[in-house]
């Protein structure tokens, strides 16, 4: 923890050992800073500013993952997608630059990496993903040598993959693997395929994107992406359903499928998902083994009384994408829960909207859009109809896209 | 928080002001609006309109004319609906009470 962080917070974090502070006005705990935990701590403190809001985040700057497959094709640039706190501390949010390794629901503490624990009034855990690498045989291996890279948390990794698609000799092989859905952002994959694609075209035409898809067929806007593949990328692109990996051997490069092994120059395999470290630590999974259910009212976890979850963790509700304007919708839904509880009073169910964006080339782009309301006799959030997806990709679209990108960067963290 | 501000300004001079709970409701309904139209309304890029501050009642006719599909657009005849009149109104007067 940074000092100047440790001085604001000496009264709320006592070292481990030492009786919890009690806080003196009604604190939330935010954990993890991304599209979920970052709009959370924004919105409480512009909802009700009585309210003290403490974000733990191991990270000094957040990384998007929309717009990262676009660094890929260099198209963008990791300092465009990189977005620092400052502007939440202007809000009048606590950043606290350190890891949550434990919580107690019955305390109602949370436990820093670096000692001490921080007492709260309510939780908010947004801890994104992590990976069950153990999925595919030989992953870990194979990435700790570099052999293979999934780049589905944009950091490091995205960079490393930008490297190495530069570094490929043209009329090399880019293998892009697909998990079972769900899983973080499902067009994304996609839009990858794409982008990588148009960069071949353009610097390495020689150059083939593989694409193997553990799901039968493309999960998202499926007619627009293969519309765009076969008007923009024939002979460069191919894509194969129902081809799930199953192990990676680092030596000889190779993917290997349930029936056949898949040899390639780059590979990029995106494992399967579950809710985020902490999450699991917590006990907050409900699902599978791999997601958090929650009341989505308010967001709190089905698993622990005071703890909200948000994002791409939660047991997604029907027809509900894990995608950063959910995770930001959700945050919404926490913050405004959170202040009609802590006042004492009874929060009603909101409805949010979504809407992903995908580049399909450099300047075009499609989208899918949806409004959730909630059900009463369901009890979850349910899809509108008359939502859907762009009558056709489009340079119009595309522009979105990037304003798009911009304002929710600034809706989010600025 | 200056909507409350602003809000609690205009109960003074004008008491038929929809109540704190209706506000809420259309701050709530707003605030899935900001990933597109900017934080409170508070347009990012020059790419879409800045909805803080418009009068309510333009909010309201473009609203339904994407809904009925007498405007056209990318994404907000998709959009418009999933909002009923009263929540179109709701979220638009509370657009309308922002800030430019």
């Not at chain 1, 030492?18 to 924004?42: D, Y």
């Not at chain 1, 051997?249 to 470290?277: C, F, M, Y």
């Amino acid at each position: 923890m940074k000092r100047r962080d440790f001085l604001k917070l000496a009264g709320a974090v006592s070292m481990a050992g030492c009786a919890s502070a009690v806080p003196s006005r009604a604190r939330v705990v935010v954990i993890g800073g991304g599209f979920g935990g970052a709009t959370a701590a924004k919105y409480l403190r512009l909802w009700d500013p009585s309210i003290d809001v403490v974000l733990v985040e191991r990270e000094n700057a957040f990384t998007s993952c929309p717009i990262s497959n676009l660094v890929l094709a260099g198209y963008s640039s990791m300092q465009e997608i990189s977005h620092g706190y400052d502007a939440l501390r202007r809000h009048g949010v606590q950043v606290v630059n350190d890891e949550a390794v434990a919580i107690d629901a019955t305390k109602k503490t949370v436990r820093l990496g670096r000692g001490g624990d921080i007492a709260y009034e309510r939780l908010i855990v947004s801890p994104g993903v992590d990976f069950n690498f153990g999925e595919v045989q030989g992953y870990e291996t194979a990435m700790n040598a570099g052999r293979v890279l999934h780049a589905w948390r944009a950091g490091p990794q995205t960079l490393a993959l930008r490297t190495q698609l530069e570094q490929m000799r043209d009329g090399g092989v880019y293998v892009l693997s697909i998990p079972q859905a769900p899983y973080r952002c499902p067009p994304g994959p996609y839009e990858r395929a794409s982008m990588v694609a148009a960069y071949f075209k353009q610097a390495k035409p020689r150059s083939k994107v593989l694409v193997l898809d553990a799901n039968p067929d493309v999960t998202s806007k499926a007619g627009l992406f293969k519309a765009a593949w076969k008007d923009l990328y024939p002979g460069i692109l191919e894509y194969r359903g129902n081809a799930k990996a199953v192990g990676i051997d680092a030596a000889s490069s190779t993917v290997k499928l349930e029936v056949e092994d898949v040899k390639g120059d780059v590979l990029n395999v995106i494992p399967p998902q579950r809710a985020g470290n902490i999450a699991q630590q917590a006990g907050l999974i409900t699902t599978n083994n791999r997601w958090c259910d929650v009341d989505w009212r308010t967001m709190e976890s089905k698993a622990a009384p005071g703890v909200h979850v948000l994002g791409d963790a939660t047991l997604s509700a029907p027809a509900m994408p894990k995608s950063a304007s959910m995770a930001n919708n959700h945050a919404k839904i926490a913050a405004a829960a959170i202040v009609e509880i802590l006042g004492g009073r009874t929060p009603a169910p909101m409805q949010i909207l979504n809407t992903c964006y995908s580049f399909v080339s450099q300047k075009e782009a499609i989208r899918v859009s949806s409004v959730h309301a909630w059900d009463e006799k369901d009890r979850t959030l349910k899809a509108l109809p008359g939502g859907g997806v762009s009558a056709a990709r489009s340079e119009a679209e595309g522009t979105y896209a990037w304003s798009w990108a911009r304002t929710i960067w600034a809706d989010s963290f600025g | 928080m200056k909507f409350l501000i602003l809000a609690a300004a205009t109960l003074a001079v004008f008491p038929a002001f929809p109540s704190f709970a209706q506000d809420v409701q259309g701050r709530n309904l707003a605030a899935g609006c900001a990933i597109c139209h900017g934080t409170e309304g508070r347009a990012v890029t020059r790419d879409v309109v800045p909805l803080a501050g418009l009068p309510k009642e333009h909010i309201v006719t473009q609203m339904k004319a994407f809904r009925d599909g007498t405007r056209p657009a990318t994404v907000m005849h998709q959009i418009a609906k999933g909002y009923s009149d009263s929540q179109i109104d709701a979220l638009a007067a509370w657009f309308a009470a922002q800030k430019r």
